[in-house]
């Protein structure tokens, strides 16, 4: 669902000078910015926004690179940026073999790349019914939508308190931690909302970390709810988004449903909400 930066010398040297992409009915051409290695296997990078390009924080678009075949090669993407930014990021992993990783990966800034005119998505807080506590909870890159939640100033009027817990393998994959440790210390339209509501619960599986354990461990124990004021879900007044894995967001989606939370989408919000496009 998402994808984020390091280039070994080896990836640089291969990138290659390709033909000009052709804009579509359904995708405009876009300049790459920025890129930025998080390891050898995770990457982000910004590309600029076109002026008619409008979405909610938390949606996702369809972007790629031409194919082999000559035809656009898309995958979706949760947009990393809030809605109101000029530029466009994007988490990715780095899959070797992947169709469009592999060659995503390479890219640099100048590069040309497809973005789809359509975001939709249901990680939005219109999907959600009004609470006291809003829970972001992901796997891996499924950090990319939160990024674009807890930028947007609107997020911190809607709820007292944003809880963003990120569960990834190795310390290197904790994308953008400084930035959460920090609550936003350097944006300047969130972070004095950020200082107060914004909560960052990071947790590495395979490597040492203060933090080592899966995400139901932490709500079981209640580390998860450190400092919010409660130990446990409220499905009364707390609200959660998932985004990760599809065998993450079933278990976690099974596990607020026998607390009582009911699912939500764009036409009927409810208590949680997961991406269906991504788990089918």
Avoid at 69 to 83: D, E, H, M, Q
Avoid at 113 to 129: E, F, Q, S
Avoid at 201 to 210: D, I, L, N
Avoid at 250 to 270: Q, R
Wanted: hydrophobic share 40%; proline share 6%; net charge negative.
């Amino acid at each position: 669902m998402h994808a984020a930066p390091y280039l070994s010398a080896g990836a640089m040297s291969a990138h290659a000078v390709i033909a000009p992409l052709e804009p579509s009915a359904s995708l405009t051409v876009e300049k790459v910015l920025s890129v930025h290695h998080w390891n050898e296997h995770l990457f982000s990078f910004t590309i600029t926004r076109p002026q008619s390009f409008r979405f909610r924080s938390g949606e996702f678009v369809m972007i790629g690179l031409q194919g082999d075949n000559g035809k656009p090669l898309l995958r979706a993407y949760s947009v990393a940026s809030p809605a109101y930014a000029e530029e466009l990021e994007f988490l990715s992993i780095k899959v070797p073999d992947g169709p469009l990783t592999s060659k995503l990966q390479q890219i640099q800034p100048g590069d040309e790349i497809y973005l789809g005119r359509k975001p939709t998505g249901t990680l939005v807080t219109d999907a959600v019914k009004p609470g006291r506590r809003l829970f972001l909870i992901g796997t891996g890159t499924g950090l990319a939508p939160w990024m674009s939640i807890i930028r947007d100033p609107e997020v911190y009027d809607l709820f007292n308190q944003v809880i963003v817990a990120h569960s990834v393998r190795k310390v290197s994959d904790l994308a953008y931690r400084e930035m959460l440790e920090n609550k936003l210390c350097d944006d300047p339209l969130c972070d004095s909302a950020a200082a107060e509501q914004l909560f960052y619960v990071p947790t590495v599986t395979r490597e040492e970390f203060h933090t080592r354990d899966r995400i139901d461990k932490l709500i079981a124990d209640g580390r998860l709810f450190k400092g919010t004021g409660a130990a446990q879900f409220d499905p009364e007044h707390d609200r959660v988004m998932l985004c990760g894995s599809m065998a993450f967001i079933k278990d976690m989606a099974a596990l607020l449903e026998a607390e009582g939370f009911t699912e939500g989408s764009n036409a009927h919000p409810g208590d949680y909400v997961i991406e269906r496009a991504f788990v089918g």
